[in-house]
């Protein structure tokens, strides 16, 4: 089993970036432990990290073509970002949204997600380990 673990904008910058909201873990650390993790669930698994839409909608494509399955934040796309939720639908493989921070406590404008509705199933909230649920969903939606 293949996953791709696929960041959106800013995360990056995670460990520094508004700790009090998204944590201390950086983005290195959590993706070494989402491929700990996969392993453990004999899947292996790929980060990918991007600022940019169109290289997220590339990578989602080419997800089709190797990957079971994704695990996406795409950060603050999420409320914007129709083509993102077309290229989900396109790839026509489970896709999981995961938030680090919970959303629906946070500004109004965080509470629509454009692609919640292409989505497997959706995490929010448990800081890094929303990953790891993302990842351990994702892997049951695939093998059942």
Known sequence: MKILILHGPN?????TREPDVYGSTTLDEINARLIELGKSMEAEVKCRQSNHEGILIDALHEARTWADGV????????????VLRDAISAIAIPVVEVHLSNVYARESFRHGSMISAVCAGKVVGFGWKSYALGLRGLIDIIQA
Do not use: D, K, M, Q
């Open 71 to 82: 695990v996406f934040n795409p950060g603050g796309y999420t409320h914007a970002s129709i």
């Open 11 to 15: 995360l990056n910058l995670l460990g």
